[in-house]
C-alpha cells in the first residue's frame, strides 16, 4: 500500500491545481510587493487593450486590470478561507454535540441545522450584508452562516458511527471525561471527510463571495474578482478583458480546489479509488 | 475418474502489486467429485475464499485476478468460457451459498420472488408450476408455512431461515456442484447445526458435490467427507476426513487439530469457596421503554436482561455463555457502567456500583476493566499503543513517566516487544490487537476483568495462544473473570464455573464439569449437543 503523500502528489491533477492554488497564494501574499501602486488608482487612459503599456489592460476608469487581480487574489482568498475556518469550526461544534449526546440535544440541534439548510443560500447571504452592511468582515460572517450547515451534518453523522466504535467504549471504561473522549477519541477519526468537505467548501466561498461582490455588496475599498468582473460588465463588448480576465481566474480556482479536493478524497479512501 | 464433477489444475490467483503477498492463491490443485463434501479449511488469509470465488469467477477483477491454470467443470474450461456462458453456470450448475445470509439477499424483495429469478433464468417453468416448484424447495429445506414465507421479506425471518431461503436457492436448479463459503459462522450453534444436518441431508438425496468452505475444525467433522487444508494460498494436506482429523501428517494441520478447545471441562481448585468479589442481584434491564420524539413511535420493549443474579469468587473465573441475543453482552455492558441496569444491583468487593454517576465510577475503574470483542475495532488507529495503554492509569493519578513504563512491563508481559508502544494499532495483526487491548485492561491492576468475547474475531491458533495467556495472568495475578462466549467450547478450557444464559435469564449455573456431565436444563443439553465435532473430539 502506498502512502498518503504518494497517492496525494502521485496524482496529476492534484499536482496542476495545487500548482495554481500556490500562485495564487503568492500573488495574494505578495499583493504589495508585486503591485505597490493602489489597485483603485488612475494610472492611464480607460480601455487600454491588454499589451505593452499594461499586461492586462486598464479598466473604464484608468486603472491597471493586472494590480486588481492581484490584490483581488488578496481579498477573494482571505474572506473564503477565514469564512470556511468558521463555518467548519462552528459546523464542527453543532454536529459532534450533536452526534455525541444524541436525544434531545441532538433533536434540537439538528432542526436548527435543517432551518438553516432550507433557506437558499445565496439569498440568505444576500439578506444578510443587507442587514449588517458590505464590509470584509460581514462578508465573512455571512459566506460562514450559509455554509456550516452541511459540515455539521456530516460530521453528526461520522461521530454517530465512530461513537459505537468498541475503543470508545474502552475510553468510558477506563474513566474519561465526556469532553476528552469527543476531543481525543472521537473527532480525529472524523478527520477525513471533514477535511474534504472542508476543502471544497472554499471553491463555494469564491463563489459567493464574487457573486456578492458582484453585486456591489462586496468589501467597499478592497479590490475583488467579483467587484471588478461587476464594473466591467457594461462594457463587455467594447473591452472584452474587463470581464473575462477575472472570470478565468475564478474558474481556474474554483476548478483546482475542486481537483484538490477530489484528490484529497481519493488519497483518504484509497478503496474506494482503487476498488 | 468420470466422477469427478470439479476438477482445479496448477491455479494461481495473483494480489495487487500493493498487497503483503504476491499470490492469494498459489498453485493450487484438487477435484470434487460427485456426491461427496470436501471441506476446504484454512485460516483468514489462506486463499480459501478466493479460490472459491475465482471458480465462478466472482474475484475483483482486474485487481485480483487468475494468471495461470485451469478450472475444468463438466468437460470444459471455466476461465475460458465467455461472459454469457459463465453466467449461465452461475446458478446454474454451479450454486454458491453465502456466509452472511441477510447480505446475500436482498432486503427489499419477496424470498419467494428471489427465489422465483433463479428459476426464470435457469429454467423453462412457466410461472404456476415455479410457484409450486418453490413451494417444494422451501418444504425441502424444512422451512415452516411455505406459503407464509415465500411472501415475507428477509429481515421478517431469522438467520436460520434466511440461509435455509438460501440454500433453497442454491438447490432450485438442482446443481451439480454447491459451493458454500462459510454458510454457518455467522449462526447460533444450535442454528448451524441444524443448517449442517440440512446440507448433509440434501446433499445425499440428490448426489450434489459439495465445496464446502470452513475454518472450523468443529464443523469439518461434523460434514466433510474429504479435507483439503489451506495455508498462505497453497495446499497442504489433502485426504479423507477420518485421515485428517485423526491423523494429520503435517506439521501445520497438527497444530490446527490440536488447537481447538477441547471439550474436557476445567475442573474448580479444590478448597472452601472464596469470597465473591463481584455480586449481581435481581439485575433487569429492558429496551425500548423510552418513546421517541414528541411520543411517536413508542416501540415495543425489549427484556433483555431478566432477573439475573451471579456471583464470581475472588480469583475465580466465570464464563457467560449463551447465543445471539441472549443478554449477555448487556449483562456485561450493565456490570460495566456502559448501561444503567433498571433494576437490581451491582456489588464489587461489598460496594454498590451500579447506579453511580460516571463521576463515582471513575475510582472503581481501577478495579473493574474490560476486554473487548473485536480487536480491530477496540483500538484507536490514531494513538500509539502506549497512550492507549497507558490513558486508564493517568486517569487513575499516575505520572506519565511512571505510566509508560509501566507500559513496556505490560507489552513485555502479554507477549509483545517494548517497542511496540511507539507504534500504531495498523501495524499488529489480530492476535497481537487482542493482546495489547489486555494490556490495557490489565494497565490499572484490576481486580475484575470482564472480557466480551475475546476471541471470537480470531483464527483458532491465535485464539489458543490467547486465551492460554488470559489463563496464564489470571494465576500471576491472581485476577477474577467473567468470561462471555458462544463457545461452549472456549468456555470450558477457560472457565470452572459456568452460567448458561437464554433469553435474558439464567437457565443453569454450576461447576463446568459438572455441567458437562450432567447438564439439567434442555437448553444446555442442545447447546452441547450442537458444539460442532462434538463427537470426534469425544473419541479422539
Not at chain 2, 438425496?205 to 475444525?217: K, L
Amino acid at each position: 500500500m502506498k502512502s498518503f503523500r504518494e497517492r496525494f502528489l502521485g496524482n496529476p491533477r492534484v499536482v496542476a491545481g495545487l500548482a495554481w492554488l500556490v500562485l495564487a497564494l503568492i500573488l495574494a501574499l505578495m499583493a504589495d510587493v508585486l503591485a505597490p501602486t493602489d489597485p483603485f488608482a488612475i494610472v492611464g487612459d480607460p480601455f487600454l487593450p491588454p499589451g505593452a503599456g499594461f499586461l492586462l489592460g486598464t479598466d473604464s476608469l484608468g486603472r491597471d486590470v493586472l494590480a486588481g487581480l492581484i490584490h483581488g487574489a488578496r481579498t477573494t482568498l482571505l474572506i473564503s478561507i477565514l469564512s470556511t475556518l468558521a463555518a467548519v469550526a462552528f459546523g464542527t461544534l453543532v454536529g459532534a454535540l450533536a452526534g455525541y449526546y444524541s436525544g434531545i440535544i441532538d433533536d434540537a440541534l439538528m432542526r436548527i441545522t435543517e432551518f438553516f439548510q432550507t433557506i437558499p443560500s445565496f439569498l440568505f447571504a444576500l439578506v444578510l450584508i443587507a442587514i449588517l452592511s458590505p464590509s470584509a468582515t460581514n462578508l465573512v460572517i455571512a459566506i460562514a452562516v450559509v455554509s456550516w450547515p452541511p459540515i455539521a451534518r456530516i460530521v453528526r453523522g461520522e461521530v454517530l458511527s465512530v461513537k459505537a466504535r468498541e475503543f470508545v467504549q474502552a475510553a468510558v471504561v477506563a474513566g474519561q471525561r465526556d469532553s476528552a473522549i469527543l476531543f481525543s477519541q472521537i473527532l480525529p477519526n472524523t478527520l477525513s471527510p471533514l477535511i474534504v468537505t472542508g476543502s471544497l467548501l472554499v471553491a463555494t466561498a469564491i463563489l459567493t463571495e464574487s457573486a456578492l461582490s458582484f453585486l456591489g455588496l462586496g468589501a467597499p475599498n478592497q479590490m475583488s474578482w467579483g467587484f471588478m468582473i461587476g464594473a466591467g460588465r457594461s462594457f463587455m463588448r467594447e473591452a472584452w478583458w474587463l470581464v473575462t480576465v477575472p472570470g478565468v481566474m475564478i474558474l481556474i480556482t474554483v476548478l483546482s480546489i475542486n481537483l484538490v479536493g477530489e484528490g484529497l478524497n481519493d488519497a483518504l479512501n484509497p478503496r474506494l479509488a482503487d476498488l | 475418474m468420470s466422477d469427478v464433477v470439479l476438477g482445479i489444475e496448477n491455479l494461481i490467483v495473483e494480489l495487487p502489486s500493493w498487497s503483503d503477498r504476491k499470490h492469494a492463491v498459489s498453485g493450487i490443485s484438487l477435484e470434487i467429485r460427485r456426491n461427496e463434501i470436501l471441506c476446504v479449511v484454512g485460516e483468514s488469509g489462506s486463499g480459501k475464499s478466493v479460490m472459491a470465488k475465482s471458480i465462478l469467477r466472482l474475484l475483483p477483477e482486474p485487481h485480483v485476478r487468475v494468471t495461470e491454470g485451469r478450472i475444468v467443470f463438466e468437460g470444459e474450461d471455466l476461465l475460458a468460457l465467455s461472459d454469457e456462458e459463465i453466467r449461465a453456470v452461475r446458478g446454474g450448475r454451479i450454486a454458491m451459498i453465502f456466509q452472511e445470509p441477510m447480505v446475500a439477499l436482498n432486503p427489499v424483495m419477496k424470498v419467494g420472488r428471489q427465489i422465483d429469478e433463479v428459476l426464470e433464468v435457469h429454467s423453462a417453468l412457466k410461472p404456476a408450476q415455479r410457484r409450486t416448484r418453490i413451494v417444494e424447495l422451501m418444504h425441502d429445506v424444512h422451512l415452516p408455512e411455505a406459503e407464509r414465507i415465500i411472501d415475507s421479506y428477509p429481515h421478517e425471518l431469522s438467520g436460520g431461515q434466511r440461509q435455509r431461503v438460501m440454500i433453497a436457492m442454491a438447490l432450485a436448479v438442482e446443481p451439480a456442484l454447491i459451493i458454500a463459503d462459510e454458510p454457518t459462522t455467522a449462526l447460533d450453534v444450535t442454528t448451524q447445526a441444524q443448517i449442517l444436518r440440512l446440507i448433509r441431508e440434501l446433499q445425499r438425496a440428490h448426489g450434489t458435490a459439495v465445496m464446502f468452505i470452513t475454518h472450523d475444525f468443529g464443523v469439518v467433522a461434523e460434514i466433510a467427507d474429504r479435507v483439503a487444508v489451506m495455508r498462505h494460498g497453497e495446499l497442504v494436506e489433502l485426504g479423507a476426513a477420518a485421515e485428517i482429523l485423526n491423523r494429520p501428517q503435517v506439521d501445520y494441520t497438527q497444530e490446527l487439530v490440536a488447537a481447538v478447545p477441547s471439550l474436557t471441562p476445567r475442573v474448580r481448585d479444590p478448597g472452601p469457596a472464596p469470597a465473591p468479589l463481584l455480586v449481581v442481584h435481581d439485575l433487569v434491564k429492558t429496551y425500548g421503554a423510552g418513546s421517541g420524539f414528541l411520543g411517536f413511535g413508542s416501540g415495543r420493549k425489549v427484556k433483555a436482561v431478566q432477573n439475573v443474579s451471579l456471583a464470581v469468587g475472588r480469583g475465580r473465573s466465570l464464563a457467560l455463555v449463551g447465543e445471539s441475543g441472549s443478554g449477555k453482552s448487556t449483562l456485561a455492558r450493565c456490570i460495566i457502567g456502559l448501561e444503567t441496569p433498571d433494576a437490581g444491583e451491582v456489588r464489587l468487593d461489598g460496594e454498590r456500583i451500579s447506579g453511580l454517576s460516571r463521576r463515582d465510577m471513575r475510582p472503581l475503574r481501577r478495579d473493574l476493566q474490560m476486554v473487548f470483542q473485536d480487536p480491530f475495532a477496540s483500538l484507536n488507529p490514531r494513538h500509539r499503543v502506549g497512550h492507549i495503554i497507558a490513558l486508564g492509569p493517568m486517569i487513575q493519578g499516575v505520572p506519565q513517566e511512571q505510566a509508560w513504563a509501566d507500559v513496556r512491563e505490560l507489552l513485555k508481559l502479554v507477549g509483545l516487544k517494548p517497542e511496540a508502544a511507539e507504534r500504531y494499532p495498523h501495524e499488529f495483526s489480530g492476535g497481537q490487537r487482542q493482546r495489547i487491548g489486555i494490556a490495557r485492561a490489565l494497565a490499572v491492576k484490576p481486580k475484575l476483568i470482564i472480557a466480551d468475547e475475546p476471541v471470537s474475531a480470531l483464527d483458532v491458533s491465535v485464539q489458543k495462544q490467547v486465551l492460554e495467556l488470559l489463563d496464564e495472568l489470571r494465576r500471576t495475578l491472581n485476577l477474577s473473570m467473567l468470561f462471555i462466549t458462544h463457545d461452549l467450547r472456549v468456555a470450558a478450557t477457560v472457565c470452572e464455573e459456568i452460567a448458561v444464559l437464554q433469553n435474558g435469564r439464567v437457565v443453569e449455573r454450576g461447576a463446568t464439569a459438572d455441567i458437562f456431565a450432567r447438564p439439567q436444563a434442555p437448553y444446555t443439553r442442545a447447546l452441547l449437543d450442537a458444539v460442532p465435532g462434538v463427537a470426534w473430539q469425544k473419541t479422539a
